[in-house]
């Protein structure tokens, strides 16, 4: 159960979706103080030729809704769709709409603002909306930003609810969802096929049942089913509720098989005209034993391979961690003064704050986030802002400073086709971004979007909380292994929806521990955590062996609806990108992995990690990391990610910034040059560096009003750690692109 309690307001279209997700609301204990529901406006004339097939919001069997507040003794409130759906993007962009009053000029999207605000004024205490979004990015972002714009949380716990973990001992199946509505007592029918695997004698079918699970899939098998077919998520077919569990279904909603009209719509569209729908009461002894936490199953916190994870890192006892906070000055104009500093550079290159892609943010105190958030949150108004990692590195950042921002924004000029992932719901997938940053972006790996097609994918960093309550794991003697394993499995769930193959290196932050030897424990538990995350090949031959094209193609038995090819053979590690050589030895396929012991982390978290870089669209057998470079090889280019760690010689001058650069050179030279690699025209400079801020004096003690000068993005950390526990002094990241102009 989640530690505090939501007022929800349950937006329901009559379907199985948003109705099951109510429950799931429920089953985490939030009160639901209304319901929602936006209809058509149309004439009984009109109703009988078509549906109205919004993009948005279903609305065939809008005629029964009104039974759904004495059925469940729920508050309904409805209010008529006005508009239509201009805004036809993945992603909602509300900053970019026309507002206009003119009900041909507003999305039909806002018509949700204005029902939402309607009951917000009858029912103040509400604070969340839940809806039934679970594959559908249109539907969910159109949810999100509304929800958001009126303060209220989104919860959306079926959303990637078919790639959760299966019930315990059982077998992965895209329909779990169907099954565990069945099991929770739903009774959802068909009202609307539109798909050449069902027509109109699958129409009444109760598909939460065992049975109509089976049949919908033997049907849709039969055609290629694309991901999410046999929930519906492709249109395929629509549903409406008639009853539910008693300690939510006060009676059930009947109507009589004569007045259930059959209508061809045409293009394969067939739905049924519902009339004389009336309540029945239930029987005494109707799920008299059954409770939200009985019947409503909340997928396991780990998956199989994650939980295997643990159980091998779980041999540490945790020391408990403290961190003080130093006394703060005015955060907000600092910051101010930062986000100024940002929008002027974007600005000087033809830049603006929607192209940045990664950011950054190191502060001396944690405790000024929320803070700082509100400052930072004011440079993006458009979907999909950057992602983010942000951590504490307390005294180590120079006196009378408490704040450092380093970005990552493609060149002016450059094509970077970006992408993004903005997941603001509570789920039980991955912990939602409610704020100004966004799970991952995606653009071009390279300076030239034309010269290869290989992507760059920025994760923001990834701290244990639990998805479905956005809190951490309760403390015991294992938690470090628990918020090592459970971070680890939210960068794992997020690189594999943006078909991350590889990622080219890895850090752990930790927040500042009592001993080296405790930090140690924990850098050495991280290191193995990501080896076997990595697994093998013969790991994906075992779990994955039904994905073969041929079975996929022409072998019922295999044919697993929801799994496009594409999707179902979504991996990380991607092994086939590797050389056969590389396969062969697949320890050696491990990308550079390292620890870092910062001041503090969000929410005090033990662990917080950040992948580097996340790359997809690499063609077979053509990656290969060789040390701690990662190369990936294209027509027309060869990307290089080099993962440089050092110990500076013990005559190294006197600990400053220029000797350290000078030796960092000097390495990075000799490694390229024993890779047989084309000397570099300059002095190559790294993209980032973590330095152990004790060994070295980073930062020049003369600073100007734009804050203290680094030469490049430098994080001071207190400690850093090889993945064998050795204490190294530096990490620097570098990024070279062969067959081009220019290193970056």
């Given at each position: 159960m989640?530690?505090?309690s939501?007022n929800?307001?349950?937006?329901?279209?009559?379907g199985?979706d948003?109705?099951f997700n109510?429950?799931?609301?429920i089953r985490?204990?939030?009160?639901?103080?209304?319901?929602a529901?936006l209809?058509?406006?149309?004439?009984d004339?009109k109703?009988?030729?078509?549906?109205?097939n919004?993009?948005?919001y279903?609305?065939?069997?809008h005629?029964?809704?009104?039974?759904?507040a004495?059925?469940t003794?729920?508050?309904?409130?409805?209010q008529?769709?006005?508009?239509g759906?201009?805004?036809?993007e993945?992603?909602?962009d509300?900053?970019?709409?026309?507002r206009?009053?003119?009900?041909?000029?507003?999305d039909?999207t806002?018509?949700?603002l204005?029902?939402l605000?309607?009951?917000k004024a009858?029912h103040p205490?509400?604070?969340a909306l839940?809806?039934?979004?679970?594959?559908s990015t249109?539907?969910?972002?159109?949810?999100e930003?509304?929800?958001?714009?009126?303060?209220?949380?989104p919860?959306?716990?079926?959303?990637?609810y078919?790639?959760?973990?299966?019930?315990?001992?059982e077998a992965a199946?895209?329909?779990q969802?169907?099954r565990?509505?069945?099991?929770?007592?739903?009774?959802?029918?068909?009202?609307?096929?539109?798909?050449?695997g069902?027509?109109?004698g699958?129409?009444?079918?109760?598909?939460s049942?065992i049975?109509?699970v089976n049949r919908?899939?033997?049907?849709?098998?039969?055609?290629?089913?694309?991901?999410g077919?046999?929930l519906?998520?492709?249109?395929?077919f629509?549903?409406?509720v008639?009853?539910?569990?008693?300690?939510?279904?006060k009676?059930s909603i009947?109507?009589?098989?004569?007045?259930?009209?059959?209508?061809?719509e045409?293009?394969?569209?067939?739905?049924?005209m519902?009339?004389g729908a009336h309540?029945e009461?239930?029987?005494?002894d109707?799920?008299v034993d059954a409770?939200?936490?009985?019947?409503?199953?909340?997928p396991?916190?780990l998956d199989s391979k994650?939980?295997?994870?643990?159980?091998?890192?779980?041999s540490?006892k945790?020391?408990?961690?403290?961190?003080?906070?130093a006394?703060?000055?005015?955060?907000?104009?600092?910051m101010?003064s930062?986000?100024?500093q940002?929008r002027?550079?974007?600005s000087?290159?033809?830049?603006?704050a929607?192209q940045?892609?990664?950011?950054?943010i190191?502060?001396?105190n944690?405790a000024?986030?929320?803070?700082?958030?509100?400052?930072?949150?004011?440079l993006?108004?458009?979907?999909?802002?950057?992602?983010r990692?942000?951590?504490?590195?307390?005294?180590?950042?120079?006196p009378?400073?408490?704040?450092?921002?380093?970005l990552?924004?493609?060149?002016?000029g450059?094509?970077?086709h970006r992408?993004?992932?903005h997941v603001?719901?509570?789920?039980?997938w991955?912990?939602?971004?409610?704020?100004?940053?966004s799970q991952a972006?995606d653009i071009?790996a390279s300076?030239?979007?034309?010269?290869?097609g290989?992507?760059?994918?920025y994760?923001a960093g990834?701290?244990p909380?639990?998805?479905?309550?956005m809190?951490?794991p309760?403390?015991s003697?294992?938690?470090?292994?628990?918020?090592?394993?459970?971070?680890?499995?939210h960068?794992?769930?997020i690189g594999?929806?943006?078909k991350?193959?590889?990622?080219s290196?890895?850090v752990?932050y930790?927040?500042k521990?009592s001993s080296?030897d405790?930090?140690?424990r924990?850098?050495?538990a991280a290191g193995?955590?990501w080896?076997l995350?990595?697994?093998?090949?013969?790991d994906?031959?075992d779990?994955?062996?039904?994905?073969d094209p041929w079975?996929?193609k022409h072998n019922?038995?295999?044919a697993?609806?929801g799994?496009s090819?594409?999707?179902?053979r979504?991996?990380?590690?991607d092994?086939?990108?590797?050389?056969l050589?590389?396969?062969?030895e697949?320890?050696?396929?491990?990308?550079p992995?390292?620890?870092?012991?910062?001041?503090?982390l969000p929410?005090?978290?033990?662990?917080e990690w950040?992948a580097?870089?996340?790359?997809s669209?690499i063609?077979e057998?053509?990656?290969e990391?060789?040390?701690w470079?990662?190369f990936?090889r294209?027509?027309?280019a060869?990307?290089v990610?080099t993962?440089?760690a050092?110990v500076p010689s013990?005559?190294?001058?006197d600990?400053?910034?220029?000797?350290?650069?000078?030796e960092l050179?000097?390495?990075y030279a000799?490694?390229?040059?024993?890779?047989?690699?084309?000397p570099?025209?300059?002095?190559?400079?790294?993209?980032?560096?973590?330095?152990?801020?004790?060994s070295v004096?980073?930062?020049s003690?003369?600073?100007?009003?734009?804050g203290?000068?680094?030469?490049?993005?430098t994080?001071?950390?207190?400690?850093l750690?090889s993945?064998?526990?050795?204490?190294?002094k530096?990490?620097?990241?570098?990024?070279?692109v062969l067959?081009q102009?220019?290193?970056d």
């Amino acid at each position: 159960m989640t530690p505090e309690s939501l007022n929800v307001i349950a937006l329901i279209s009559g379907g199985k979706d948003s109705f099951f997700n109510l429950l799931h609301c429920i089953r985490h204990g939030h009160r639901i103080v209304a319901l929602a529901n936006l209809y058509p406006v149309v004439d009984d004339a009109k109703l009988i030729e078509e549906d109205l097939n919004s993009f948005m919001y279903q609305t065939v069997g809008h005629e029964v809704i009104p039974l759904y507040a004495t059925a469940t003794g729920l508050p309904l409130y409805r209010q008529p769709i006005r508009g239509g759906a201009l805004h036809h993007e993945r992603d909602y962009d509300y900053s970019s709409g026309e507002r206009n009053d003119a009900p041909s000029k507003v999305d039909e999207t806002e018509s949700m603002l204005l029902l939402l605000q309607a009951i917000k004024a009858r029912h103040p205490e509400a604070n969340a909306l839940c809806s039934g979004a679970i594959l559908s990015t249109y539907q969910r972002t159109r949810v999100e930003s509304i929800a958001v714009r009126l303060g209220l949380t989104p919860l959306a716990y079926l959303w990637k609810y078919p790639v959760l973990p299966p019930p315990a001992n059982e077998a992965a199946d895209e329909a779990q969802l169907l099954r565990d509505m069945a099991v929770a007592g739903l009774d959802a029918r068909i009202i609307k096929v539109a798909s050449a695997g069902l027509d109109e004698g699958h129409l009444w079918e109760r598909v939460s049942s065992i049975e109509g699970v089976n049949r919908v899939k033997s049907a849709l098998r039969k055609f290629g089913a694309a991901e999410g077919a046999s929930l519906g998520e492709g249109g395929e077919f629509e549903t409406l509720v008639l009853d539910g569990p008693s300690w939510l279904f006060k009676k059930s909603i009947s109507i009589p098989e004569e007045r259930r009209t059959v209508i061809n719509e045409g293009g394969g569209s067939t739905w049924l005209m519902l009339r004389g729908a009336h309540l029945e009461d239930k029987s005494e002894d109707s799920d008299v034993d059954a409770s939200p936490e009985s019947s409503v199953r909340a997928p396991e916190l780990l998956d199989s391979k994650f939980q295997s994870i643990l159980d091998t890192i779980s041999s540490i006892k945790e020391v408990e961690n403290t961190n003080p906070s130093a006394d703060r000055t005015s955060i907000e104009a600092e910051m101010q003064s930062v986000v100024s500093q940002i929008r002027e550079l974007l600005s000087s290159s033809s830049l603006d704050a929607a192209q940045i892609t990664n950011t950054t943010i190191i502060l001396r105190n944690m405790a000024d986030f929320p803070r700082i958030n509100a400052e930072y949150g004011k440079l993006f108004t458009r979907p999909n802002p950057p992602s983010r990692v942000t951590i504490s590195c307390g005294p180590l950042l120079p006196p009378g400073y408490n704040v450092m921002a380093f970005l990552i924004v493609p060149k002016s000029g450059v094509n970077s086709h970006r992408n993004g992932l903005h997941v603001q719901s509570r789920s039980y997938w991955a912990p939602a971004n409610i704020g100004p940053y966004s799970q991952a972006i995606d653009i071009s790996a390279s300076a030239k979007a034309d010269e290869t097609g290989v992507r760059a994918i920025y994760i923001a960093g990834q701290i244990p909380l639990i998805p479905a309550s956005m809190s951490l794991p309760p403390l015991s003697e294992t938690s470090y292994a628990m918020q090592i394993d459970l971070s680890l499995q939210h960068l794992w769930r997020i690189g594999l929806e943006m078909k991350v193959q590889l990622w080219s290196s890895a850090v752990a932050y930790f927040a500042k521990s009592s001993s080296p030897d405790e930090m140690k424990r924990y850098a050495k538990a991280a290191g193995l955590a990501w080896k076997l995350a990595h697994g093998s090949p013969e790991d994906d031959e075992d779990d994955e062996s039904e994905l073969d094209p041929w079975d996929l193609k022409h072998n019922s038995q295999y044919a697993s609806l929801g799994s496009s090819q594409e999707n179902a053979r979504a991996k990380l590690p991607d092994w086939s990108i590797f050389t056969l050589r590389q396969q062969n030895e697949p320890d050696s396929c491990i990308p550079p992995f390292f620890a870092a012991e910062v001041e503090e982390l969000p929410r005090q978290s033990l662990v917080e990690w950040h992948a580097h870089v996340g790359l997809s669209k690499i063609e077979e057998s053509s990656a290969e990391i060789v040390a701690w470079h990662t190369f990936v090889r294209t027509e027309k280019a060869t990307l290089v990610y080099t993962t440089l760690a050092h110990v500076p010689s013990p005559d190294h001058g006197d600990g400053s910034w220029g000797d350290l650069q000078e030796e960092l050179s000097a390495s990075y030279a000799s490694s390229v040059r024993a890779l047989g690699l084309a000397p570099l025209a300059h002095f190559a400079t790294p993209h980032l560096a973590y330095v152990e801020a004790t060994s070295v004096t980073l930062l020049s003690s003369d600073v100007g009003d734009a804050g203290p000068s680094v030469p490049f993005a430098t994080i001071p950390c207190h400690t850093l750690w090889s993945v064998g526990g050795e204490r190294i002094k530096c990490v620097a990241l570098y990024k070279m692109v062969l067959g081009q102009s220019q290193t970056d």
